[in-house]
């Protein structure tokens, strides 16, 4: 067994320890201690100010949602004032909510009689640094939608080959609207070429290559078996042709 003498070494060989320790920590804190402070205090800060933030965040996305939805129930009586509604949103947040908005914006104005006013809102998204290229391409090709009835059909079948690039993701849509302007212009075999390009493309969406099905047995079917009813109605008049002067008697 330990003696009583030595067990009371051992305490104060730890009570020395303890306190040797508590010095170092003492001559740490007295020299640190700004550092320290100021670093927990950032620690604080940051979380704190991180925490507000999102915070923040989430009270604006819920006053954006609810500016959106009055402006979206102005929309069918009083359809100027929600277009003005739906472009203060657009002026106030960015992303793909200022984007519906301003879509939405263009809606509104149409609905509200005034066409100028909506090309003027869709040309200006389509021609934002802001918006993303998919929405700068579909506000270009709803641009050019709704500027086929008064437009030259001519002039609008140029700037829709320009705008149906294969890397443009509406390309489909302008090819459907390229067939319309055509008919428009009295082209109907170049509308019928062009539609038959649109369901030769395995990239066309379900929707597009049924319209484009329809419109094309509206305008009398594919060309090719146009052409080879022609050429089977002029064979068999050539046989009968050819028959008619075998039974014709010799002079």
Do not use: C, H
């Amino acid at each position: 067994m330990r003696s009583r003498d030595s067990e009371n070494s051992d305490g104060f060989i730890r009570e020395v320890d303890e306190a040797v320790r508590q010095d170092r920590w003492l001559a740490v804190w007295n020299q640190y201690s700004a550092y320290i402070v100021g670093a927990a205090l950032a620690v604080i800060v940051g979380t704190a100010a991180g925490v507000g933030w999102q915070n923040y965040q989430a009270s604006q996305r819920a006053a954006n949602a609810k500016a959106l939805a009055d402006a979206t129930a102005l929309l069918q009586e009083k359809p100027a004032e929600a277009a003005d509604a739906f472009e203060a949103l657009a002026g106030n947040v960015g992303g793909g909510m200022a984007v519906v908005a301003r879509l939405r914006a263009a809606e509104a104005e149409k609905q509200a009689g005034d066409t100028e006013a909506k090309l003027a809102v869709l040309e200006s998204l389509a021609g934002s640094g802001d918006a993303g290229a998919v929405y700068q391409r579909l506000a270009s090709l709803l641009a050019l939608q709704e500027s086929l009835g008064a437009a030259d059909a001519d002039a609008m079948i140029g700037d829709l080959d320009q705008a149906a690039t294969p890397d443009n993701p509406w390309r489909a849509s302008l090819i459907e609207l390229k067939a319309v302007a055509q008919m428009k212009a009295g082209r109907t075999e170049e509308a019928r070429a062009t539609l038959e390009t649109l369901l030769a493309d395995q990239n066309t969406p379900g929707n597009l290559q049924r319209r484009a099905s329809e419109l094309l047995n509206a305008l009398g079917g594919p060309l090719e078996e146009e052409n080879q009813t022609v050429s089977q109605n002029s064979a068999d008049e050539a046989v009968d042709d050819a028959a008619a002067l075998k039974d014709e008697p010799e002079q």
